[in-house]
């Protein structure tokens, strides 16, 4: 009841008040209640103000949270090749194990004492190396110290730096590539920990002296500056601590208005609240602009210190961290690569900071200054690799896709091999230019129509028989001009590589077989009715020659034979064939498909000759190994597949001495002819017209297919023995030397015999001429030369096994 | 009359061999063993030699070829110790490089094929196993002492893919070739290496 009373009163009081108030207004002047009433609009906007503020503020924060907290770095994923490996008795300068040391950023180290990591020594006879550590998806290696002991041009021995012996030697992948964003921004994202004292130190005395101590921005500094610039009559000193430099380059444009350098410093100070010194250090580390290498932009100190050093982070020394420090505040006015002079100048600059501020001690920055400048030499991607790119990103399974390889930082380790690249870059970007120059030669197109033609385009491509993994691809002539990949994505007539296609669908037991090496096949007028009438095939040369041996008749690429051949298999055969070796694309059931009217992409073929050199196998293509993160941690493995067999072993090596004969006698006998020897196959293909020309070529343990043609097909005006064929020599000579290594060896199941040259008969004692052929057991010829002679085959053979 | 005996050998030797004493005893002795072995091509050779050869190991082929084989032969046995230690990512790992060394190492698919079998992958070991053969047979070294590795993992495969009969089959004619390895059916990577 009291309460309730006591609350009567106070309402009445209350009403009293207004009352009393409202009597006052009434008598106060109009001036006053003007005053009043600005004072209220002003009261409604401060407020209105501080709520935008407000705002702002938490829209800043909310800015400042979401980047760091989420992927603070867009990291574009990095493509590596396949390692090479070092062993005693390898031939160092063919594995270029020279141009290794200058592509992966080693420093030559002159003077004496222990060789830092990343560095070399060449002594007399001797390379010493301190290698690099380096991750990988099954197998990583701790850096080590190596000594290659080098005996005319090959690897005598490697012993460790306790003087044992070393088997081999895995050298650090080489970098391809990357999938770079629209910004080409570079990086190697380092961690704190791994970050020396001595480069945050260097950083501090340069940059920002009290990092430690303020919130973000430092009063001192700025007013420091000022008066610096006062003096100097003109901006020669900034006040941007660490934490505004980092801030700006996250979220800011670099314009020089007042608005942003207040949103700048609102930030730094929301940074500085939320964040450790320590995570506010590494941010900065990585984010921070370092230079230019090409047109990818380098940033962080990981990606400068491989840049300028060759080296990680953790294994700078003072100088060079000193150099990383000076470089940061302008980066292409202070590259050490272009103004050595001015750099080293800043260096020791930095240096002497550092004594002065204590940092480190004025002898240790005495030495430091008294070190020159040793630089790791500048290695630019080769736009030819992204080819080969392209095609990895297409192999990758779908949830790899371009917008997280390019901000992800994956390491992928892929298959491609740098040496035999390099050689399948040289030898077609050669060979086209060559062969270009000889067509304008001998072209009586006029000068200005040929120049307004878009360019003679080609593919060369590798492969290893056994594992399919791709060894090289160079999918055109220029990537800058030109993205689209002839190796996977053109479909071209194939012409007459496809014929051993042909050849081995008739030699299968599984067809009867339908003909032997040595059978005879009438080379002569055939006509063929098909649904578009009457098909009548001709030899490249138009000539006949009546009856030819099955191997003179692929030796010299004859059509008709060919297409007598895939009439007697059935055609229906020859697409089963085609499709067990690996030929995916469409290819029309009609009798001219035996010679090749087929439209084919050169990973295909490359694909059927491999199941050929591999004895019947037939490999998967690849062109990866595995997948790393960002910190190094395995995401995916694609370990080595074995190939299925689709084959008999017997078939694949008839067709294969088959291809043999070509290059020793046949369209493919120019092989020899620049002198390389020992096992090699190869197969020619010249499309109607010269608008297509293959060479497809395999020894035991590699496979390269190289094709030229123009994008819109027209007449090239060579054959392909003087287009393609000299182009993959060179490609080969290039990558085994002169002499190939192994042998193309016949299996079980097969036997050679002698016959008569001319008439595919059995030669016996009293044949005029004879040669060694290759016959499945059980299909050797039953007629003799001379005729009615007896064949004691049966007998030598028991004796000595076949 | 030495002249016209030299035709069937090097030419380039005639004259050694005309020098040799006893070329009257030679010929005849030649001419005994032509012919026990035209006489003995009906039997089956192969099985008597078998028991008398050693399985080829790894280490065994060092030294018998070149030195890329070597460098890739040293790479299977790092992978093989790997394999020993229960390391199976880096044993893989070393078989790639051994492949990459040397694409035509049949030991390299032999140990790809035996690593696949132990991690029970018979379907991936096949192909291996196919590739090891086919290699081995290019090199003309198909024999006991290799056909002790490809009998005995096909006969593995066999087990794992449940075709006993054959499974049986096989690793009898690996037990005849090599008791000690295949008494228990299983190929180690000690035991390859």
Not at chain 1, 248 to 266: D, I, Y
Not at chain 1, 332 to 339: G, I, K, V
Not at chain 1, 621 to 648: A, N
Not at chain 1, 671 to 685: C, D, E, N, S, V
Request: include cysteine.
């Amino acid at each position: 009841m009291a309460r309730a009373k006591g609350k009567k009163s106070a309402k009445k009081r209350t009403t009293k008040r207004k009352r009393g108030s409202s009597g006052e207004s009434e008598s106060l002047s109009p001036a006053l209640l003007r005053a009043r009433r600005v004072g209220l609009v002003v009261v409604v906007l401060a407020f209105g103000a501080g709520l935008w503020v407000a705002g702002w503020l938490l829209e800043l924060d909310r800015i400042v949270v979401s980047r760091f907290e989420g992927r603070r770095f867009s990291v574009p994923s990095r493509v590596y090749a396949a390692p090479i490996v070092i062993y005693p008795g390898a031939d160092w300068q063919r594995l270029d194990l020279a141009g290794w040391l200058t592509r992966m950023g080693y420093r030559e180290q002159a003077e004496a004492g222990p060789l830092s990591v990343g560095s070399y020594r060449w002594l007399p006879g001797r390379l010493r190396v301190h290698l690099r550590g380096f991750d990988h998806p099954q197998l990583p290696e701790d850096d080590r110290k190596v000594e290659f002991r080098l005996e005319e041009g090959r690897v005598r021995e490697i012993r460790d730096n306790r003087g044992a012996f070393v088997d081999v030697v895995a050298l650090e992948p080489e970098p391809i590539s990357s999938f770079f964003g629209s910004d080409r921004e570079q990086r190697d994202l380092v961690e704190i920990e791994h970050v020396p004292d001595h480069l945050v130190a260097a950083i501090y005395a340069v940059e920002d002296r009290r990092f430690e101590e303020h919130h973000g921005i430092d009063p001192r500094r700025i007013v420091g500056a000022m008066l610096a610039n006062l003096r100097a009559g003109g901006i020669r000193q900034g006040g941007s601590t660490l934490t505004q430099q980092l801030v700006k380059n996250f979220f800011l444009t670099p314009e020089r208005t007042l608005r942003r350098k207040v949103t700048e410093a609102v930030m730094a100070l929301t940074v500085e609240a939320r964040y450790t010194k320590s995570q506010i250090l590494e941010a900065y580390l990585n984010e921070i602009y370092m230079g230019r290498r090409g047109s990818t932009a380098i940033h962080g100190v990981g990606e400068a210190s491989r840049f300028f050093f060759g080296k990680r982070v953790v294994d700078l020394a003072l100088d060079e961290s000193a150099l990383l420090a000076a470089v940061i505040q302008s980066p292409n006015a202070m590259s050490p690569h272009r103004h050595s002079e001015r750099a080293r100048n800043r260096r020791n600059l930095v240096l002497d900071l550092m004594a002065a501020q204590g940092r480190v001690s004025p002898e240790e920055a005495e030495t430091a200054r008294a070190r020159r400048i040793s630089l790791a030499s500048i290695a630019l991607e080769s736009g030819q690799d992204r080819y080969f790119l392209d095609e990895l990103a297409r192999q990758l399974p779908e949830v790899y896709d371009e917008d997280l390889l390019s901000v992800e930082g994956l390491r992928i380790y892929s298959t491609l091999d740098p040496m035999i690249q390099r050689a399948a870059v040289r030898a077609l970007h050669d060979g086209l230019e060559g062969l270009e120059k000889r067509l304008a030669g001998s072209s009586k197109v006029e000068t200005s129509e040929a120049e307004e033609q878009p360019p003679l385009q080609g593919c060369l491509l590798a492969m290893r028989p056994q594992t399919g993994e791709i060894l090289a691809m160079v999918g055109g002539r220029d990537y800058a001009t030109s993205q689209w990949n002839r190796c996977t994505l053109a479909r071209r007539q194939v012409g007459s590589v496809f014929k051993p296609i042909v050849y081995a669908a008739a030699l299968s037991p599984q067809s009867g077989p339908v003909v032997t090496l040595a059978s005879s096949v009438p080379d002569e007028p055939l006509q063929v009715e098909t649904r578009d009438g009457l098909w009548e095939p001709v030899n490249y040369d138009k000539e006949f020659r009546g009856p030819v041996l099955v191997r003179d008749a692929l030796e010299r690429s004859l059509n008709v034979p060919a297409a007598r051949i895939g009439q007697a298999v059935g055609i229906g055969k020859v697409v089963e064939m085609a499709r067990r070796l690996g030929i995916e694309s469409g290819l029309p059931a009609v009798p001219s498909l035996a010679l090749g009217t087929a439209e084919v992409s050169p990973l295909e073929i490359a694909t059927v000759y491999s199941t050929f050199a591999n004895g019947g196998l037939r490999p998967t293509p690849r062109s990866f190994i595995g997948l790393l993160d960002d910190r190094g941690v395995g995401q995916e493995q694609w370990p080595l597949e074995g190939s299925r067999r689709v084959l008999d072993p017997g078939t694949a090596f008839l067709t294969t001495s088959l291809l043999e004969g070509v290059v020793d006698r046949g369209t493919g006998v120019g092989i020899r002819a620049r002198g390389l020897r020992g096992p090699i196959a190869g197969k020619t293909g010249t499309t109607d017209d010269e608008y297509d020309l293959w060479f497809v070529g395999f020894t035991p343990e590699i496979v390269a297919v190289v094709w030229l043609g123009y994008d819109e097909p027209r007449q090239i005006g060579v054959p392909s023995s003087r287009g393609a064929l000299p182009i993959w020599a060179d490609f080969l000579s290039e990558v085994t030397g002169e002499r190939v290594r192994g042998v193309f060896a016949r299996p079980a199941g097969v036997e050679r015999i002698e016959i008569d040259p001319t008439s595919g008969a059995r030669a016996m004692a009293g044949c005029p001429e004879r040669r060694p052929e290759y016959f499945l057991e059980g299909t050797a010829p039953k007629l003799t030369c001379p005729r009615g002679a007896t064949s004691r085959a049966g007998f030598f053979e028991r004796l000595f096994g076949s | 009359m030495r002249r016209r005996s030299c035709w069937i050998w090097d030419v380039r030797r005639c004259d050694a061999v005309a020098r040799l004493p006893r070329i009257g005893l030679l010929i005849p002795l030649a001419c005994l063993v032509l012919g026990i072995g035209s006489g003995c091509s009906g039997l089956n050779l192969y099985d008597m030699r078998s028991v008398e050869e050693q399985p080829l190991t790894a280490s065994a082929a060092l030294g018998q070829t070149d030195s890329r084989r070597d460098a890739s032969l040293r790479l299977v046995i790092a992978g093989l110790d790997d394999d020993a230690m229960g390391r199976p990512d880096r044993a893989i790992a070393s078989y790639q490089r051994a492949v990459r060394v040397d694409a035509t190492n049949p030991f390299a698919y032999l140990a790809l094929a035996r690593h696949h079998l132990e991690a029970g992958g018979s379907n991936e070991a096949g192909p291996f196993l196919d590739q090891a053969r086919a290699l081995f047979e290019s090199e003309q070294r198909l024999g006991p002492a290799v056909d002790v590795w490809g009998v005995g993992l096909r006969a593995w495969i066999d087990r794992e893919d449940g075709r006993d009969d054959l499974a049986d089959e096989r690793f009898e004619i690996a037990r005849e070739l090599s008791p000690e390895i295949w008494a228990d059916e299983r190929l180690s990577a000690d035991e390859l290496r």
